[in-house]
């Protein structure tokens, strides 16, 4: 029987609706799971024997909050009356806390909350999958709030993940985790934090993978966003980078995806954290990519489906981008459905629910493509493909000669 793991709690949702950039997305989100009856344990355990259990996160203290942030930003971040202090301005802009990143009514208890909805997984840890949509904040750094993100939630799981003794398959062992992010957006932060520039001695502990949009200027910029490059010797073959052009399509993600495979076989995670930002998907005010919800080959749901059905490694499905909410809502009750291995035809209506008129007009679960053109062209594919091979081959030599080492 599949254990499932989902996270949510009338104060989570409650907070994360009142952050700026997704006014109320949570509430939509969990709006749409609740009405398929995708939270209804009696269905999931007879219909599918998927055992499902609701996670309600207890906010995290201070403690474990600072296993990653700084003790500046966190004196900050959870003061009410500092945040609404006007005179504070310098402060707030050197921690981020400004632009995109304003501080908001209720900053303190999301941030407390969003960190324990996530980080939890590693001390309960007997799901198969744990599902946590609030999370996946990838932009959050150690000081400074960055790209709508105020908490790590994302690096603070993974370092509780790595003291997790229970996920590994060997008492020999130490957890290995596999970071894959699929956000529109590369995942500077988490990627900064576990790359080997980091000073972290994690290199074969964590490996992170992410697949993002490329361009010159594009949000983030960062110095690890670039295809890997085999030959150059500081390359770190454990911090991973796809970028992808303009329009990347079902076809392109089909493409390229047997290079995350290869990927995932040579490191043999014992858990995958995937950050499922939808800000990729067509439909999103960015309209960059034109990547689909569907199920046909490279979507979202396919790309989805495999990770939980034929990966065999423990799964965190983490949330992330998403800027047209009723179609983040759509995407993430559909990879709900997925992990709770139930079939929800994409063409169905929408159930009536309180949030229902904002599903028009198509008031279906799918997110079709667009029409825009897609500009990964078939020579930058095959580029991808050959430097992932050759990736592919330095994590094999590196963990077995670090077996040899043990
Ligand atoms: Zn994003």
Known sequence: MRVVYYVVSNELVKFSSLLPSNRNRSLLVHSLVKAYGLLDT????????TCLEIIRPVPADTKTLSQYHTREYLDFVLNSKKLHTDTLYTQKAELGLEEDCPPFAGLPAYVRLIAAANALYASTGDAQISVCW????????????????????????????????????????KPRIMYLDLDLHFSDAVSQAFSSSAGVSSAAQVLTFSIHHSAPGFFPVSELAFLPDPDNLLFDPFTLSMPLQRGASDATFARIWPCVERVKQAFDPDIAVVQCGVDGLAGDPHAVWNWSLGAADGSLGWCIKRICNEWGCKVLLLGGGGYNSPNAARAWAYLTAIALGRDIPLDADVPDHATFPLY?????????????????SAQYLETVDRSFERVAIMIEEHLSSALQTQ
């Open 42 to 49: 009696q269905e999931n355990s007879t219909q599918q024997r």
């Open 360 to 376: 028009a007009p198509s008031f279906t679960l799918d997110v079709p493509a667009g029409n825009a053109q897609d500009h990964n």
């Open 134 to 173: 609030d999370g996946g904040r990838h932009h959050a750094q150690k000081a400074r709030a960055s790209g709508f993100c105020y908490v790590a939630d994302c690096i603070l799981a993974i370092l509780a993940l790595k003291r997790a003794t229970n996920l590994a398959r060997s008492p020999r062992t």
